[in-house]
């Protein structure tokens, strides 16, 4: 056959002096086809939509996209899309809305998207909708704007005894295990000429004591951590606080998580925190490295 | 114990004769069964004698009991080998499991050219599977957008 690209002139098969015609892929009946697309990820789907209508047309049907999608999507849809919305789009089309950063749409500067490979959930949770102890005492604490955060924006603090951020979320989670991690950096970063400049003459007091990571689910899960911050300036780390498993769909699983450092015989300070990040453990290191 | 035969009719009038047992596995030869209008042998208009020895080949491997047992990792290795086949055949014996209703058969073909497309670029499948694109300019640039998401 080769690389003959043209292909559209059968191929005969002299077999008993009956000329048959050979059976081509896209021969097949359309559900066929989709049956054999169900079987790829996501990205595979669509580099074979791409190829010819056939092809098109079957990557379009929704029993495809619905085992793709997590088996509570209807529940986490809502979150971010509204009634009208859903009911127009095909589940390939939500399969991909869903894909992209959605903000919730009670105004809280938090962010869900399906990972795109797997369908499983991942959630962004901004600085600005955690519990900052000090967060309205300007000598301590300030938002600054930034380009390098999904949300435009990280808290950053100067200087400060008492460190304590924490926050608290609940969602039907689908089952899984997952991930939390606080997204800061040491430092206050910004654009002059271009040129991008780490700012480090506040950073002090994170390697007297550990900053004490925890979180804690509804059903009791627990992981605690304690770690030195000391990544290089200007770079934004995740730091892993742990792992929680969500067994049940249909109910919401809350949980809890801070990030604490309330030693009050040293100040701390130069440390921006720009969000808390909630993914798939198996796809936790990949969603990282991109980011 | 003597087992039940039933007869199957390739679409080019050749017969093979089957334990019923084994033929079964196909939803649709099991319906037929129930139905009890086999007597005379079961015609399948859909499915031709080079491709009914495979599928036949197949359930009878598959017809597994006490008497003769089989690891999974056996089946595996023996389905390996049970596909290696054209191109061609395989997209028959897609054809002949979806009409003959043999879930595993059906399974194991379509996973088959699932792995032989997976890790292709567009241009080694369209030329893997011989694959016309038939778009216009328009159709093609509307697709493209369509599926962007995918690749960001």
């Given at each position: 056959?080769?690389?003959?690209?043209?292909?559209?002139s059968p191929?005969?098969?002299?077999?008993?002096?009956?000329?048959?015609r050979k059976?081509?892929l896209?021969?097949l009946?359309?559900?066929c086809?989709?049956?054999i697309m169900?079987?790829?990820d996501?990205p595979e789907?669509?580099r074979?939509?791409?190829?010819?209508r056939?092809f098109?047309?079957a990557?379009s049907?929704?029993?495809?996209?619905e085992?793709?999608?997590p088996a509570?999507?209807r529940v986490?849809?809502?979150?971010?899309?509204?009634e009208?919305?859903?009911?127009?789009l095909i589940?390939?089309?939500l399969?991909?809305?869903?894909s992209?950063?959605?903000l919730?749409d009670?105004g809280?500067?938090q962010?869900?998207?399906?990972?795109k490979?797997?369908?499983?959930?991942?959630l962004s949770?901004?600085s600005k909708a955690?519990?900052i102890?000090?967060?309205d005492d300007?000598r301590?604490?300030s938002?600054?704007?930034t380009?390098?955060s999904r949300?435009?924006?990280?808290?950053y603090?100067?200087?400060?005894?008492?460190?304590?951020?924490?926050?608290?979320?609940e969602i039907?989670?689908p089952s899984?295990?997952y991930?939390?991690?606080?997204r800061i950096?040491?430092?206050?970063?910004?654009?002059?000429?271009g040129?991008?400049?780490?700012?480090?003459?506040?950073?002090?007091?994170?390697?007297?004591k550990?900053?004490r990571?925890q979180?804690a689910?509804s059903d009791?899960?627990?992981?605690v951590?304690?770690c030195?911050?000391?990544n290089?300036?200007?770079?934004?780390?995740?730091?892993?606080?742990?792992?929680f498993?969500?067994?049940?769909?249909d109910?919401s699983?809350?949980?809890?998580?801070s990030?604490?450092?309330?030693?009050?015989t040293?100040t701390?300070?130069?440390l921006c925190?720009?969000?808390?990040?909630?993914?798939p453990k198996?796809?936790?290191k990949?969603?990282?490295?991109?980011? | 114990m003597?087992?039940?035969?039933?007869?199957?009719?390739?679409?080019?009038?050749?017969?093979?004769?089957?334990e019923?047992?084994?033929?079964i596995?196909?939803?649709?030869?099991?319906h037929m069964v129930?139905?009890d209008?086999?007597?005379d042998?079961?015609?399948?208009?859909?499915?031709?004698s080079?491709?009914?020895?495979?599928?036949?080949?197949?359930c009878?491997?598959?017809?597994?009991?006490?008497?003769?047992?089989i690891s999974?990792?056996?089946?595996n290795?023996?389905?390996?080998?049970f596909m290696?086949?054209?191109?061609?055949t395989?997209f028959?014996?897609i054809?002949?499991a979806?009409?003959l209703n043999?879930?595993?058969?059906?399974d194991l073909?379509?996973?088959?050219?699932?792995d032989?497309i997976?890790?292709?670029?567009?241009?080694e499948?369209?030329?893997?599977?011989?694959?016309?694109n038939?778009?216009?300019?328009?159709?093609?640039?509307?697709v493209?957008k369509e599926?962007q998401?995918?690749?960001?």
């Amino acid at each position: 056959m080769g690389a003959n690209i043209s292909g559209g002139s059968p191929e005969f098969d002299r077999n008993d002096d009956v000329y048959s015609r050979k059976l081509r892929l896209v021969d097949l009946p359309e559900n066929c086809v989709a049956l054999i697309m169900t079987r790829l990820d996501p990205p595979e789907i669509c580099r074979l939509a791409r190829l010819n209508r056939m092809f098109r047309r079957a990557s379009s049907a929704d029993f495809i996209w619905e085992s793709k999608l997590p088996a509570n999507y209807r529940v986490i849809a809502h979150k971010v899309f509204d009634e009208i919305t859903l009911t127009k789009l095909i589940k390939k089309d939500l399969y991909a809305k869903l894909s992209q950063p959605n903000l919730f749409d009670d105004g809280t500067k938090q962010e869900l998207w399906i990972d795109k490979n797997t369908g499983r959930l991942c959630l962004s949770i901004s600085s600005k909708a955690l519990r900052i102890t000090g967060i309205d005492d300007r000598r301590y604490w300030s938002h600054i704007p930034t380009d390098e955060s999904r949300f435009q924006s990280a808290a950053y603090v100067q200087q400060i005894w008492w460190f304590e951020v924490g926050g608290e979320f609940e969602i039907q989670f689908p089952s899984g295990t997952y991930s939390l991690f606080f997204r800061i950096q040491l430092g206050k970063t910004s654009k002059r000429l271009g040129r991008r400049i780490c700012n480090s003459e506040h950073i002090h007091g994170w390697d007297i004591k550990p900053v004490r990571f925890q979180l804690a689910t509804s059903d009791n899960q627990q992981a605690v951590s304690l770690c030195y911050l000391n990544n290089n300036p200007g770079s934004w780390s995740h730091y892993h606080v742990g792992d929680f498993k969500v067994t049940n769909p249909d109910v919401s699983t809350g949980i809890k998580f801070s990030m604490t450092q309330i030693d009050c015989t040293h100040t701390k300070g130069g440390l921006c925190i720009d969000s808390v990040l909630i993914l798939p453990k198996e796809c936790a290191k990949e969603v990282i490295g991109s980011q | 114990m003597s087992s039940k035969m039933i007869v199957l009719m390739s679409s080019d009038g050749q017969s093979f004769e089957v334990e019923e047992a084994v033929a079964i596995q196909s939803q649709t030869i099991a319906h037929m069964v129930e139905d009890d209008c086999v007597a005379d042998g079961i015609p399948l208009a859909n499915v031709e004698s080079k491709i009914l020895v495979k599928v036949i080949e197949y359930c009878k491997k598959y017809h597994v009991d006490e008497a003769n047992p089989i690891s999974e990792e056996d089946l595996n290795k023996w389905d390996e080998k049970f596909m290696d086949l054209e191109q061609s055949t395989i997209f028959e014996l897609i054809l002949a499991a979806n009409y003959l209703n043999i879930k595993s058969l059906f399974d194991l073909t379509c996973q088959t050219v699932a792995d032989m497309i997976k890790g292709k670029t567009p241009e080694e499948i369209r030329s893997t599977f011989n694959i016309e694109n038939d778009f216009t300019p328009e159709e093609e640039e509307a697709v493209r957008k369509e599926n962007q998401w995918a690749f960001e």
